[in-house]
């Protein structure tokens, strides 16, 4: 979750995130942690055994400073992520704007630790209007494109192609109601995908 940048202004619409997560995952044995990055990232929350704290920091954020180190965000939740048990599907929920500023990581290595990880991104941008003229969804077929080139493409679109790399999706959201919509859209593909 982006806390700095443009990000401190969308804070309120994570208010009720806790509560949209929990109405997305129903039922199903998960395990949840939570990163917030500004020019760095910050571990908040690595998988307690109860969320109720995890849940207050959701929506309880204070705006960061003007970073937005996406690449270095993922890196640091993938690692999370690695001790976790393999039966569990690795997901990352991206929250923040679609470009990358500040990150020390590199691109290539975000992507191999994804491959190698078996993790998948799925993106929620904050609606602008470039990301209103970007809107799209859709998969790309990695295997026909090199890692240069693929990192080139995260360079300008860092967020929307990491997700598109990992198998994941991507959207836009400027309120509550449509990140509500969206977290139900993303949740109905993980779905799709572990039942067929």
């Not at 109720?52 to 204070?62: F, K, S, V």
């Not at 690795?90 to 704007?97: E, P, R, T, V």
Request: proline share 3%; with cysteine.
């Amino acid at each position: 979750m982006e806390t700095g940048g443009v990000a401190s202004s969308q804070l309120q619409n994570y208010s009720k995130l806790d509560k949209m997560i929990e109405e997305t995952l129903g039922g199903s044995n998960r395990a949840l942690a939570l990163v917030t990055f500004d020019s760095r990232p910050d571990e908040i929350w690595g998988f307690p055994p109860l969320v109720d704290g995890l849940y207050y920091a959701l929506t309880h954020q204070e705006g960061g400073d003007n970073g937005a180190a996406i690449l270095d965000a993922v890196s640091c939740a993938i690692q999370l992520l690695e001790p976790q048990p393999p039966n569990f599907r690795h997901i990352i929920l991206l929250l923040g704007q679609g470009q990358d500023h500040g990150s020390e990581g590199h691109a290539e290595d975000v992507l191999q630790l994804l491959g190698k990880n078996n993790t998948t991104v799925y993106n929620l941008m904050f609606s602008s209007e470039n990301n209103a003229k970007r809107r799209r969804r859709g998969r790309h077929d990695s295997a026909s494109s090199s890692v240069s080139a693929i990192s080139n493409a995260i360079r300008t679109a860092s967020a929307e192609q990491l997700a598109a790399q990992s198998g994941g999706e991507s959207g836009t959201f400027s309120d509550q109601g449509e990140l509500e919509k969206q977290l139900v859209t993303f949740a109905d593909d993980i779905d799709n995908r572990v039942t067929s």
